[in-house]
């Protein structure tokens, strides 16, 4: 088993308000390579942040990266558009960071990338993968591509009050701009992705479209970003099983949707339950009040955990400890 992280970067995440996935937008930017290095290293090593939410949320990472130093998975990182350098050893797929989607082209070389990541799946000798995303603005460019596909508009957002109508909007202008209603490119991948995506969903949309193609059994870790790969997958006519694994805070945010999303699409859908609500703690309090939900593969971490039998209670010690690594890291 391999799991395969990959960060990318999204202009669309510079619209105010859209995500919370870094302290400020400025910071934002950085948060793709620090959550790579994290999830390596344990902690940024060239990124300049630890990745926050405005309020201090940490990153999903830490989640991540807990479970790691627990069960000590096989990892990837894969660039897929990166607009800062990371010091994690990544695969390059080749891709520019995402302009904003409301761009005619934000993703000009989508199919590239698409074809670039499935040659790349075909390529791991695995039974199993897991793919998670790190994407600032990912949620907002998952719902573009569900729209253009035809899909069930609904998407989930790493802010406690998910900003549906901003989302919404920006969704409006974007298909403006390429001249496209909802349903228009549906069964086209490469159109959806170039005319209305970003350069991860392009990714891990070609990864597990190969991986699937060489017989690796796929497991899609996070929320409707997600969702939003697994459309791209049915899309490009691949029939074969699927999987989601998420959070209980996807799985409780009702805007999210995500066990509907997962029917529509024919595809399994695991939730897995930290249990942060018993542990009074920052960290855990954050999350229990709605900010991020998901992100870089936390609930495909989760659920590895539990099948190896760890008790979540030593998952929840493990986070405590890489964030207050980290928080000794940013004080010096």
Same mark, same amino acid.
């Given at each position: ?10 202009? /669309? ?18 948060? #793709? ?9 344990? *902690? ?52 520019? #960071? ?43 460019? =998952?719902?573009?591509?569900? /729209? ?14 998910? #900003? ?9 202008? =974007? ?13 086209? #991948? ?11 969903? =392009? ?21 409707? *970003? ?20 998420? /959070? ?21 859908? /695991? ?6 609500? *018993? ?23 989760? =659920?590895?955990?539990? *099948? ?25």
């Amino acid at each position: 088993m391999k799991f395969v992280f990959v960060g990318g970067n999204t202009e /669309t995440a510079r619209v105010d308000g859209i995500s919370a996935a870094g302290a400020t937008p400025a910071m934002m930017v950085h948060t #793709p390579s620090a959550d790579l290095e994290i999830v390596t290293y344990g *902690q940024p090593v060239r990124a300049p942040v630890v990745p926050v939410s405005p309020t201090g949320c940490p990153t999903p990472a830490v989640v991540t990266r807990a479970v790691h130093e627990l069960i000590g998975f096989e990892r990837i990182a894969v660039d897929a558009g990166l607009a800062r350098p990371t010091s994690a050893p990544t695969v390059s797929i080749g891709v520019d #960071p995402g302009q904003d989607v409301r761009e005619t082209t934000p993703v000009p070389a989508a199919s590239a990338a698409f074809e670039t990541a499935r040659g790349l799946g075909r390529q791991m000798p695995e039974e199993k993968i897991i793919i998670g995303e790190t994407i600032p603005g990912g949620t907002t460019t =998952a719902l573009g591509v569900l /729209t253009a596909l035809g899909e069930r508009q609904t998407v989930s957002s790493s802010l406690p009050e998910n #900003p549906m109508k901003l989302k919404e909007g920006v969704i409006e202008a =974007a298909l403006d701009s390429s001249g496209l209603s909802a349903g228009d490119t549906a069964n086209d #991948p490469a159109a959806t992705l170039r005319c209305i995506g970003d350069p991860v969903l =392009a990714s891990i949309g070609g990864l597990a479209v190969g991986a699937t193609e060489s017989g690796t059994d796929v497991t899609l870790a996070g929320g409707t *970003q997600m969702a939003a790969a697994a459309a791209i997958v049915r899309h490009a006519g691949v029939d074969a099983p699927l999987s989601i694994a998420t /959070t209980i805070f996807i799985a409780e945010d009702e805007s999210a949707a995500i066990e509907e999303l997962a029917a529509d699409l024919s595809v399994d859908v /695991t939730v897995t339950d930290p249990g942060f609500d *018993q542990r009074d703690h920052p960290v855990m309090d954050t999350y229990i009040a709605g900010e991020a939900k998901e992100g870089v593969g936390m609930g495909g971490a989760l =659920a590895l955990a539990d *099948q190896n039998d760890v008790p979540m209670a030593t998952v929840r010690d493990r986070i405590i400890e890489v964030y207050e690594r980290l928080l000794e890291q940013d004080d010096e």
